[in-house]
């Protein structure tokens, strides 16, 4: 029995410890480079990532300044167009109202027509606007 534990746990430490033949086989070897490859093309892509945001901060002020500057022209734009908006606001207003005035003789004979007219010949417009 005990050399049969002996046995055993000779073959224990040699399973757990590995064998090393000396030659790699060419399986490893070529996950090995493969590893390589990759990591080599992963640092290039980092390189070239690392690159591109260092040159695009090393642009930030002069795109900081870019964007201060649109926004001042978009404003005095936006300034100048409330004006221009304006102006046509109070056109639209004075002309509504004129048309109204022009307008409100027959306002009043169809508000009277509709008023006094049979009760099944009211537009349901008129109700909700009269009644």
Same mark, same amino acid.
Do not use: M
């Given at each position: 029995m005990h050399s049969r534990l002996s046995l055993l746990s000779v073959a224990m430490v040699g399973?757990?410890?590995?064998?090393?033949?000396?030659t790699p086989s060419p399986a490893i070897e070529?996950? *090995? %480079?493969?590893?390589? $490859?990759?990591?080599?093309?992963r640092m290039r892509s980092m390189g070239w990532v690392l690159t591109d945001i260092y040159e695009r901060?090393? %642009?930030?002020?002069n795109r900081l300044k870019y964007a201060f500057e649109w926004a001042l022209?978009?404003?005095?734009?936006?300034?100048?167009?409330?004006? %221009?908006?304006? *102006?046509?606001? $109070?056109?639209?207003?004075e002309w509504q109202v004129e048309r109204f005035g022009n307008n409100?003789? $027959?306002? *009043?004979?169809?508000? !009277?027509? !509709? !008023?006094?007219?049979?009760?099944?010949t009211i537009p349901w417009t008129a109700i909700l606007l009269f009644y």
């Open positions: 399973l757990l410890c590995g064998c090393e033949s000396g070529r996950a *090995g %480079t493969q590893l390589n $490859v990759e990591a080599r093309d901060e090393a %642009t930030a002020p022209k978009d404003a005095a734009h936006d300034a100048q167009q409330l004006e %221009t908006n304006l *102006g046509w606001a $109070v056109k639209d207003f409100l003789p $027959v306002y *009043g004979d169809k508000a !009277i027509e !509709i !008023i006094w007219a049979k009760p099944e």
